[in-house]
């Protein structure tokens, strides 16, 4: 029996590096796109203790690249909901993966046809 697979976005990989989340992560495959992994690792001034804080976090997740299946996807998802495209992008990732999007951008829960959900985040 195969687990459910979530696809962790960006802002949630943050909540959880500052350890602000109010809970765990949801059980099953924990996975994230690539576009993740760039916001993450390209902040201005990043220190290298919190680079190797995002690297050590990343270590323990597939990262999935953007395929042919991804970029159409993302395609018509910006142009149907008009989502930047790092979001487009993350969101068909889902998508084409059969995946849960876990995120806590509220844009993106409005997003037709992609299965999302938030977390709580503590105060």
Partial sequence: MSSERFVIDTNIFILRINDRLAGLLPRGEIVCSVITEMELLSFPKLASAEEALI????????????????KEEAIRLRRQSGLKLPDAIIAATAVCHDAVLVTNDAELHNTPGLRSRSLAVRQ
Avoid: T
């Avoid at 690297?55 to 991804?70: E, P």
């Fill in 55 to 70: 690297r050590a976090a990343l270590s323990k997740v597939a990262i999935y690249g953007i395929d042919q299946d991804i």
